[in-house]
């Protein structure tokens, strides 16, 4: 039976189309994947569907019933839940209180025989209730714990209650396995099919072609907001699904070149690293490292390790509370940003529009950021206009960026190109290291080839590099020796030529290869 | 590609006259209760101030301290820092130079005005150094902190002016410091109200103009404002800039207060700063001007030009001379939302804040 | 010892309209609205009741008047600062300086220098007599014989801190302060939430206003309220949002203005120097509780507020 049916949908932003005549159909009971590429129109779509976007034209059936929904207060009542990939949680809140946020349970009172209610939430009535949801399912967490004190699977697990709380039929899941471990994702993989034997339908939107083929039952290609492809997962392959989206054959593996770096000199080191958040807790702990020239190191970890923090110290915005870092055997510990750049670090930060680029600034503004007091451009405190243009003009030539405007914006050029601008920035100073984190989050896949190619051309230069993603298939595509992060410590090294993701997958759940037996052994006992 | 530069100054210039001409919609209402007429008011309100010589010249010479003060708020408004102390900043200022223009009045003009000029910057600098530390250091939100220390330093110049003999000229009718001598006063430009001080402020404004469009201080001013993280991350060191922007903004402000005293006011009064003090006016002036240098030269004029026509408008007509602060208030009031915002970068930075969330 | 329970009967007396302020403040707060414009709410407040006053010579039409009023400055303060998205902090400065600017416009027109309701309201029939209180020794003093107001500002902060956290309508508010994007996809309408917090704010406020120009002073001029708007906002900020921390430095406020004002008494033409008592020490607690907040960050720039 067909439980959603698209006719036509389409959804234009001005002038530009996301959603281009639309027609899906997904049958009750069926795991149905959505892929495409970043910017394809996936989420555009299921935002129309979840009544968070109004289509521009076009119609949505729900079983059968043409539907239109104002809000996703509709799309609920109509039974459809969506969980998006950035949890919309709020963290200084209670399980219980999360999942039943915007259906609170009220206190009635009584006075003789007129009942009336003082809008007071009932606390009792909403754990008893949230527990019981939890227990039907299997959850394994607790009402009562607060949001930000769980992990990240558990809070996926509060999403999904709160979808379940509501009755919904079909559950949509944006990127869901976005920050899961690998073992992580194979329980997501469980919760799935169990719900799906309750019952329930589910829309995955993803990227990750190798868990489309292993979870889904059928799939749709979306390219520049059109369908171009509806399949059967079990007639078609990974191959074919990246051609579909991508429109030409791609390369899922770069070239490289795995070299033994053992007598090279050390470029890079870190000597008992720890730092502490704002509530006194080491957030990274004691890490050590070193980096040889034209070696590429990589973290790997399941994203809230300690990797931002540890990236943060390395690029000068945190301050550490003890351990030493050295660059050629200077320590440059703590050194501000300024410091470090001239010190002849370069940095692609994780979080592009946070910190790599301003998106309200001029694009050529950007382009010399970090080092606008570099005499090559400013002189007695002074910047010279052309120089800096110039320097726009000969870097975007070189790095082969694509700018509509040059005298535009940075929020007007689309996550692959604004990447290149900090990878050409930061690359034309010539470091001795580059300290990258997540270089390819939110860029396609055009962009990733790109991107990861210069990043070993940069190698080949004889530069060393620190490379931090959450993208486990990045790090071992590109690293020579990959480190896991947990809870803050360097949990173990793999080397990334020998390595297995079932191995680093271990890792980064936190579990070490030699005490992997014993912990085992612990849990049986307490059990 | 120049029709779209064109169109977005359109724009631009659009949405700055609109709050304006909402104000001064709302401000007929305001003059009808006082039973005149808005055209005849407004009429009055300009052309006295803008469509003659003297009354020009008179505009410019009011719209100097304005500049500054102008300035002083964009420095730091444009660097996401709300120093609100530039009221304070004048009038300690002032109070400052007046007591010294009275006591060193034997030294000879060419050495007397320049060192007030100074003495004004340093009082400046100094009353923004503990803001500026408390925010650059601890983070101490500056906005509480400068306007609740202008309440405090309007009241301790108070107590100085009418109570400490020092200070009080017995003499005056009403309570005021001495008068500085007539070396400290700042000479006027033949029969006219200008002085030589509006060309001192000229040449700060130019300087001040290419700091904020071309220096490297500039630049990070507009980062800080724009993207806190973007700027410390890209080395541009935050708590020390804040320090520096803080303290430029005072001395400003300071040069603003030392030229308003030798070039009109003379002695300190309570009323030295004016409704509601030329601090203030600076907000409005920061504002209209969309924070950028040759936005604020305007501005100041223009509101320079109404607070010149305010008391012509006082003269002929039974409205009130305070129609201005109200015409002020409700300037910033619509100032405060963006009319002309152009509606289709507006829809795809949604777009792209939508699809940033699924990347 | 009669000075001691005389500044602390005068805390009480100030604190009522900085407390009222504050848990005005509180609401925009918690909603993610920073509403600079408290200052200027409140000195509408005492400006139109005071006026309505003169000419009723009916309290309630005054209060009434300050209630209405200050629902419509809610309405656009909200309607600039969430509808319009606006830089609400300019939008805040603009009611502050509007304020003002209304009030010195009006009395121009009218011409006098303030508007005086002595003879409309007696000051003595707003303050409650509690005969409970008042045969208790020196608890009489401090306690008894305070404008209902002031009585009022107190009970408030248990009702406010139960609304924010107890009531659903509280935890929208929170919620929609903390995390936007939960509030919404969960259909909970965001804007209106924000709306009526910064219209709680407001008609709170107005009470701060009206317990100023009628209940102590009975007569209203532009520069009654003395910065109270900010002192709001400072112990907003002491306290971190919380209702009964932030309640906690309005009162220490309150009782710097007692302190200020019963010293100035006494020690003559110095007088006018202690009224910086309380400015100063507002910024002195204030620097401290940030300082030792501070203190914990390694974080460069305060770029992870």
């Known amino acids: ?527 | ?359 | 010892m009669e000075l001691v329970l005389k500044i602390l009967s005068d805390s009480l007396y100030f604190t009522g309209p900085i407390l009222l302020c504050t848990l005005g403040g509180l609401f925009a707060y918690k909603s993610g609205m920073i509403n600079i414009g408290l200052e200027g709410m409140m000195l509408f407040g005492g400006f139109i009741s005071a006026l309505v006053i003169f000419f009723t010579g009916s309290w309630i039409l005054g209060l009434f008047a300050a209630i209405i009023l200050a629902i419509l400055l809610g309405l656009l303060f909200s309607f600039f600062g969430v509808t319009k998205k606006a830089n609400f902090i300019i939008t805040g400065f603009a009611i502050n300086l509007l304020a003002t600017a209304v009030g010195k416009y009006a009395l121009a027109l009218l011409g006098t220098n303030d508007i005086n309701v002595i003879n409309d309201v007696v000051r003595e029939r707003s303050n409650l007599d509690i005969p409970i209180i008042r045969s208790i020794p020196y608890i009489s003093d401090i306690f008894n014989g305070q404008s209902w107001f002031t009585y009022l500002s107190f009970i408030l902060i248990g009702v406010v801190s139960i609304i924010i956290y107890k009531t659903k309508f509280g935890t929208y508010v929170r919620v929609t302060g903390e995390n936007e994007a939960a509030a919404r996809s969960l259909g909970i309408k965001v804007d209106v939430i924000k709306y009526l917090a910064i219209i709680a704010s407001a008609i709170l406020c107005a009470f701060a206003g009206y317990n100023v120009a009628i209940n102590q002073l009975a007569s209203y001029t532009p520069d009654i309220t003395a910065g109270t708007g900010f002192i709001a906002l400072a112990a907003i900020y002491c306290g971190q949002g919380s209702p009964k921390s932030s309640a906690l430095y309005a009162i220490i406020f309150g009782l710097s203005r007692a302190l200020a004002l019963n010293l100035s008494l006494r020690v003559g033409s110095i007088a006018g120097l202690l009224e910086i008592i309380p400015y100063i020490m507002i910024v002195i607690v204030l620097s401290t509780v940030a300082i030792i907040r501070e203190r914990k960050t390694l974080y460069r720039g305060f770029i992870n507020e």
């Open chain 1, 1 to 527: 039976m067909e439980i959603i049916k698209t006719v036509n949908l389409t959804k234009m932003f001005g002038d530009f189309t996301a959603n281009n005549k639309i027609n899906i159909s997904v049958n009750a009971g069926e795991i149905k994947a959505i892929v495409g590429e970043n910017g394809a129109g996936k989420t555009t779509l299921m935002n129309m569907l979840y009544g968070l976007l109004k289509p521009t034209d076009g119609e949505i059936y729900i079983k059968g019933n043409l539907t239109k929904f104002d809000s996703p207060t509709d799309a609920m009542a109509s039974g459809i839940g969506m969980v998006h990939q950035h949890f919309k949680l709020v963290p200084s809140l209670t399980v219980y209180e999360n999942v039943l946020l915007g259906t609170e349970i009220l206190k009635t009172h009584k006075i003789g025989k007129k009942s009336f209610s003082l809008r007071l939430i009932d606390k009792q009535a909403e754990i008893k209730v949230v527990s019981e949801l939890i227990k039907k399912y299997n959850f394994n967490i607790s009402a009562e714990s607060r949001i930000k004190d769980i992990s990240v699977g558990a809070r996926q697990k509060v999403e999904i209650l709160k979808m379940l709380y509501r009755d919904v039929e079909i559950l949509i899941f944006d990127e869901p396995t976005a920050v899961l471990t690998p073992q992580e994702i194979l329980t997501f993989f469980e919760t799935l099919r169990t719900l799906k034997k309750q019952g329930k339908t589910i829309i995955l939107i993803t990227h990750k072609l190798q868990e489309v083929m292993e979870v889904s039952d059928s799939v749709t290609v979306i390219k520049q907001g059109e369908v171009i492809g509806n399949l059967l997962t079990k007639d078609t392959s990974s191959k074919e699904l990246a051609r579909l989206m991508v429109g030409r054959d791609v390369l899922l593996k770069v070239d490289k070149e795995y070299r033994d770096y053992e007598g090279k000199d050390i470029v890079y080191r870190l000597e008992g690293l720890t730092t502490k958040n704002n509530d006194g807790i080491n957030v990274v702990n004691n890490v050590s490292f070193s980096i040889r020239q034209g070696e590429i190191v990589g973290i790997a970890g399941v994203e809230g390790n300690g990797q931002s923090e540890l990236l943060d110290m390395l690029t000068g915005v945190l301050k550490s509370t003890s351990g030493k870092v050295y660059l050629k055997e200077r320590e440059i510990t703590n050194f501000w940003p300024r410091r470090l750049r001239e010190s002849k670090v370069a940095f692609i930060p994780e979080d592009r529009y946070e910190k790599g680029l301003c998106q309200e600034m001029l694009i050529c503004e950007n382009m010399i950021a970090g080092y606008h007091g570099n005499e090559e451009i400013c002189k007695y405190g002074f910047i010279s206009p052309k120089k800096m243009l110039d320097k726009l003009d000969r870097l975007i030539d070189e790095y082969d960026i694509r700018v509509s405007n040059k005298d535009g914006l940075i929020s007007s050029l689309s996550g692959g190109n604004a990447q290149k601008i900090i990878i050409a920035r930061e690359f034309d100073s010539n470091p001795d290291l580059l300290i990258a984190a997540q270089p390819t989050r939110g860029v396609d896949i055009g962009a990733i080839e790109y991107i990861h190619n210069s990043i070993l051309d940069l190698q080949k230069a004889n530069k060393s590099i620190l490379l931090v993603s959450s993208e486990l298939s990045e790090i071992m595509n590109l690293a020579d020796r990959i480190l896991v992060m947990f809870k803050g410590s360097i949990i173990g090294e793999v080397d990334a030529k020998n390595a297995t993701r079932e191995e680093i997958g271990f890792l980064m759940a936190g579990i070490r290869k030699d005490s992997k037996d014993e912990k085992v052994d612990r849990k049986a006992k307490t059990n």
């Open chain 2, 1 to 359: 590609m120049k029709k779209w530069i064109e169109k977005l100054k359109l724009t631009k210039t659009l949405s700055t006259l609109t709050p304006i001409l909402i104000a001064f919609l709302i401000g007929a209402v305001a003059i009808i209760l006082a039973k005149e007429s808005p055209f005849n008011t407004y009429y009055i309100l300009i052309s006295k101030s803008l469509f003659n010589i003297k009354g020009l010249l008179k505009t410019l010479h009011y719209a100097a301290p304005l500049i500054l003060s102008g300035l002083a708020i964009a420095v730091s408004f444009k660097a996401g820092l709300f120093n609100m102390g530039i009221e304070g900043q004048i009038i300690s200022s002032g109070f400052v130079v007046a007591m010294l223009g009275y006591r060193l009045a034997s030294l000879p003009a060419g050495v007397l005005i320049p060192l007030l000029l100074l003495v004004g910057i340093i009082v400046g600098v100094i009353m923004a150094i503990l803001p500026a530390f408390l925010k650059a250091k601890y983070n101490v939100n500056e906005m509480v902190v400068t306007l609740l220390l202008n309440y405090a330093i309007y009241s301790v110049l108070e107590y100085l002016t009418s109570n400490v003999a020092f200070f009080r000229d017995p003499s005056s009718g009403y309570v005021s410091t001495y008068v500085i001598g007539s070396n400290a006063i700042i000479s006027r430009i033949g029969g006219s109200k200008l002085t030589i001080f509006f060309f001192i402020v000229m040449i700060v404004f130019v300087v001040m103009y290419f700091v904020m469009k071309r220096s490297k201080l500039g630049f990070e001013i507009n980062a800080m404002g724009k993207n806190r993280s973007f700027s410390e991350a890209t080395g541009m060191e935050i708590q020390k800039k804040t320090m520096y922007i803080m303290l430029l903004s005072g001395a400003l402000a300071g040069l603003a207060g030392a030229g308003w005293m030798m070039a009109e006011k003379f002695s300190y009064t309570l009323d030295f700063s004016g409704t509601p003090g030329l601090g203030w006016d600076g907000m409005l002036i920061a504002l209209l001007g969309g924070h950028t240098p040759i936005g604020i030269l305007v501005a100041a004029i223009f509101y320079a030009a109404l607070k010149t026509g305010a008391s012509s408008v006082a003269i002929y007509t039974s409205v009130p001379a305070e129609i201005i602060i109200l015409l002020q208030a409700l300037i910033v009031l619509f100032l405060s939302i963006k009319f002309f915002s152009n509606k289709k970068t507006k829809k795809v930075k949604k777009e792209v804040k939508a699809n940033g969330v699924s990347a």
